[in-house]
Structures are given as structure tokens and as C-alpha cells.
Nanobody, 124 residues
Framework: VQLVESGGGSVQAGASLRLSCAAS????????IGWFRQAPGKEREGVSC???????TYSDSVKGRFTISRDSAKNTVFLQMNSLKPEDTAVYYC???????????????????WGQGTQVTVSS
């Protein structure tokens, strides 16, 4: 399944953005979808994931500020990001994985090549 990220931008600290991860060519209803981010000079880190049965996992750094959701009719997973901080600045990627109700944020569990991502820049 191929995924395309969008919705990034440049905002001030405290603002909100909603990222979209859209599937093309096939339904992703049976997949876990994870959001990851990579800041310059840092390793890719897991941000959040959602399972086919809407089990959700969040990293400690975004818990309480970010909300993940999926819309099967639109074949899209969203990441609503509120109260953005400068440390949220990164390129954000989404990727699919196989799994059950519980999803995990280790990138090795996810399939396929990483796409272009979408840049999020938060200024103080």
C-alpha cells in the first residue's frame, strides 16, 4: 500500500496543524498506520499509530497534544497536532504495518520505503 503525507507547514508555537496520510491504489483498513518524524541530525522516532480496530499509541513527547484518527471512507489517517512546540519541528512520515489491536512505534515493524514526508516547522 502506498501512502502520501500532506498538511505540514510553518507555524508559531502553540498553534495547531492536521497532517493527512492518504492511501492510493488499495484500502488500508487492515493495516496499522504509524506516524514518525525525523528532525535534522536525529534518528527517526515514532509519534503515534492506530490499528484497524482503532487501538492507539502515542509517544510520551506528544501524549495529550496529538490525536490520531482514521477515516475509512476517505482511506486516510489524520494526525491532529495541537499546542505545537519548537521541538516538534521535523519531517513527518506515515507508514503501514501488519498487526492486531495494539500497535507499536518501532520503525522496524513498518513496511515499505519511506516517502517524501511533510515538513512541520514550529517557531518560538
Amino acid at each position: 500500500v502506498q501512502l502520501v503525507e500532506s498538511g505540514g507547514g510553518s507555524v508559531q508555537a502553540g498553534a495547531s496543524l492536521r497532517l493527512s496520510c492518504a492511501a492510493s491504489g488499495t484500502s488500508f483498513d487492515d493495516y496499522i498506520i504509524g506516524w514518525f518524524r525525523q528532525a535534522p541530525g536525529k534518528e527517526r522516532e515514532g509519534v503515534s499509530c492506530i490499528s484497524p480496530t482503532e487501538g492507539m499509541t502515542y509517544s510520551d513527547s506528544v501524549k495529550g497534544r496529538f490525536t490520531i484518527s482514521r477515516d475509512s471512507a476517505k482511506n486516510t489517517v489524520f494526525l491532529q497536532m495541537n499546542s505545537l512546540k519548537p521541538e516538534d519541528t521535523a519531517v513527518y512520515y506515515c507508514a503501514p504495518a501488519y498487526g492486531g489491536h495494539v500497535c507499536y512505534l518501532e520503525s522496524s515493524r513498518y513496511l515499505g520505503s519511506w516517502g517524501q514526508g511533510t515538513q512541520v516547522t514550529v517557531s518560538s
